[in-house]
Structure formats: structure tokens, C-alpha cells
């Protein structure tokens, strides 16, 4: 693991609410902790603050506990806005939709640190996006994922009276064993997906609307001690975020890692130091990126899967088939006959169409002249 993992910069809010979760469903809260390794003092103090490492190791143990992953929907249900400090209160305190978005955006480290947010905004539908920032175990990502888009939802719903009936969770694992005994209390949860996030479809003039609790006063200090938190734990470890949100496919195929690197302002080398610094490689961040876009192609289009192949950078069709079965445990065709009518939303049909008509890659010429004063810093 990385060595931010192992920094005091997650709130214990999260943790404690998983193992209260659990405790109400009869695990031992005594065996939880002793089995990740973490005090009780910690968990108890409400400005308290441990390792990512340390929160992956409390939900290991809570899952060990109950062994569903349906646990994260109970925690989502239970973590209002208010649960999220001060970024929650800004939220809150925002005059539209749209500047809360935004400031999601902006502070989404304070609270989301090891878990990567991106909103992506189509013709018709808005898909607030989420990625592990390093590899996890399935069941451990999807009990994650599952609590903190029914978290956004919910926070949603509270402050956007107008927000739209057109709305989903997505998560790329298997159907849980217990989530049909929560099924009607979350929005429709679609399982088996290339991506994971929030889908919000229909007109989207809601954005633009007054939010009933717009408070100006307010905003100006909630973001003052935002600004204040991410100065105290702000690092580099959004370069993760950076580059996925850069690896989008041109004319050309997907960004070269030199290409890349211009885009960022960077030069290869720092590129390559900084993503090992988090225990990553180029590679990885674009197979995982190729397997997302291979899964949308292949649910929503009627591109051959050659095309497909082609598409996404694979001079061999056989070569795209062994890398499609080690990353989803079956070829594409098998997924494709599985997974075809499950990804129904109009998000993943003009990401597919998207795909198939690429924009231009822009200019990165721009930012070869920087490359000696970044590098230098």
C-alpha cells in the first residue's frame, strides 16, 4: 500500500457508523475491533481521525462479521449531510444545484480521501462517477461503494426537492444476498456494471433552480474551514484522479503516457514517480479504463467486438479476449450475452455513442515549455 495509507486523514465517522451497523446486526463490537487492530478510544473520539489502511482493516473485519456486503446500504441510509463536517454544511448552504457540484468537486478529498469522485455530464443524463484509488478486495469495494452512493443520494433528496425520479446506483459487483430486504428503501441499484456511481437522468434545469437551503453567510464560513482542512491534509494523491480523467479516447487512440504527461504539465519521468509514489503505473490506470470501456462498448453498441478491439488499442483480437477474460473471468462475447440488456440507462447509450464518434484529442504543445519548471518543483 501506498504511504498515504497510513496517514491519521480519514474521519472515523464512516468506520463507527460500519460497526455500529454491525453491531446491530449481532456482531460483537469487542471482536471487530480487536480483529482490525484498532482501539476503541479511537473510534469513540467524534474529532478523531485514522489511516485509510486502518479503515480498510475496521471494514474487513466488520465483513468478516456479518458477510454481506449489503451492510454498506444500511450505513448510506444512515449518514446524512451533516455527517460530512463542513463540506456537508457547504453543500447545504449552496445556492443551486450546480455551485454544490461544484464544490463537491473541489473539496471531495476532505471526506472521499481513497476513494476517487468524477462528474460527467451527457445530453441527457448527469453520472457522478467512483473509483477506488488503490486496488481492493471486491467484497470490501462494493460494501464501500454501496454505503457512499446511497449516502449521495440521500443528501441529495434532502436539500434538491426538485431533483429528478430518473435515478440509479451502479456498482460493478454481484447482486448482495441481503439486498432485497433493503431493496425498498434505495433507488434502483443496477449490479454487474462497468462503472460505479450515481446516474441522475431527465431535464436537468433543476441544476440552475434556488436550493431552499441556500444560505449565503453560512457558505462563506463553510467554505473557510474547508479551505482551512484541505490546506492542514491536502497532498499529491490526486494525480490518480488527474490522469483518468485525461484518458479518454481521440482519433489516436487513447493518450500516450508522453502525451499524458504534457497534459498534466509534467514531464514522463515526474509522471511516472509520482503515480509509483501511490503504488501505481501507467498501465494499470489504462487497463482499467480500457475494461470500462470495453464493458459500455459491448452492453450498448453493435460494434463487432474486432472493432471493439481495435478501438480500444489492440492490434490482435486475441490479445483483447485474454486481457477482457483476466480482467471480467469471461470473454467478451460470454459478457456481452450476459450483460446486454442490463445496461439500459442513457447514460451508458450515449457514453457507448460517444465512444464510437470521438472528439478531437486538443493541443498539448502547450504545455511542453513547462516541463523543466514542473519537474524542477
Not at 509520482?274 to 480500457?290: A, F, T, W
Request: glycine share 6%; hydrophobic share 40%; aromatic share 6%.
Amino acid at each position: 500500500m501506498p504511504g498515504w495509507t497510513r496517514q491519521p486523514n480519514q474521519p472515523v465517522t464512516y468506520p463507527r457508523m460500519f460497526v455500529a451497523s454491525a453491531v446491530e446486526l449481532g456482531a460483537s463490537r469487542s471482536g471487530i475491533l480487536q480483529r482490525a487492530g484498532v482501539s476503541a478510544e479511537i473510534l469513540d473520539n467524534p474529532a478523531g481521525r485514522i489511516s485509510y489502511l486502518q479503515t480498510l482493516q475496521l471494514f474487513e473485519a466488520v465483513h468478516a462479521a456479518i458477510g454481506d456486503t449489503a451492510l454498506g446500504f444500511d450505513t448510506g441510509l444512515r449518514l446524512p449531510l451533516t455527517a460530512h463536517g463542513n463540506l456537508g454544511y457547504a453543500l447545504m448552504c449552496a445556492p443551486t444545484p450546480r455551485e454544490a457540484i461544484s464544490i463537491l468537486e473541489r473539496f471531495w478529498h476532505l471526506r472521499g480521501r481513497g476513494v476517487l469522485m468524477t462528474v460527467r455530464e451527457s445530453e441527457s443524463d448527469l453520472f457522478f462517477e467512483i473509483e477506488p484509488e488503490v486496488p481492493l478486495p471486491v467484497p470490501l469495494r462494493e460494501m464501500m461503494f454501496s454505503s457512499i452512493l446511497t449516502s449521495m443520494i440521500r443528501g441529495m433528496e434532502f436539500v434538491l426537492p426538485m431533483l429528478p425520479n430518473e435515478r440509479e446506483i451502479w456498482l460493478c459487483g454481484p447482486e448482495p444476498r441481503g439486498y432485497r430486504n433493503r431493496q425498498q428503501k434505495v433507488p434502483r441499484v443496477l449490479f454487474n456494471m462497468p462503472r460505479a456511481g450515481v446516474v441522475l437522468g431527465g431535464d436537468r434545469t433543476w441544476l440552475d433552480q434556488p436550493l431552499p437551503t441556500a444560505n449565503p453567510e453560512g457558505l462563506t464560513q463553510a467554505l473557510a474551514q474547508c479551505e482551512r482542512e484541505s490546506a492542514l491534509t491536502e497532498t499529491n494523491n490526486d494525480i490518480a484522479r488527474q490522469v483518468r480523467a485525461h484518458l479518454v479516447q481521440g482519433q489516436n487512440g487513447y493518450p500516450t503516457p508522453e502525451q499524458q504527461a504534457a497534459n498534466l504539465c509534467l514531464t514522463p519521468r515526474t509522471l511516472r514517480r509520482r503515480l509509483q509514489e501511490r503504488g501505481l503505473s501507467y498501465k494499470q490506470l489504462l487497463d482499467d479504463v480500457r475494461r470500462r470501456d470495453s464493458c459500455q462498448l459491448l452492453a450498448n453498441s453493435e460494434m463487432e467486438i474486432q472493432s471493439i478491439s481495435e478501438m480500444l488499442g489492440f492490434a490482435d483480437p486475441a490479445n483483447f479476449t485474454r486481457a477482457f477474460k483476466g480482467w471480467m473471468g469471461v470473454v467478451p462475447s460470454e459478457w456481452r450475452q450476459t450483460n446486454r440488456k442490463k445496461s439500459t440507462g442513457r447514460a451508458a447509450q450515449s457514453f457507448a455513442k460517444a465512444l464510437q464518434n470521438p472528439p478531437p484529442i486538443p493541443d498539448r504543445l502547450r504545455a511542453m515549455q513547462q516541463y523543466a519548471e514542473v519537474d524542477a518543483q
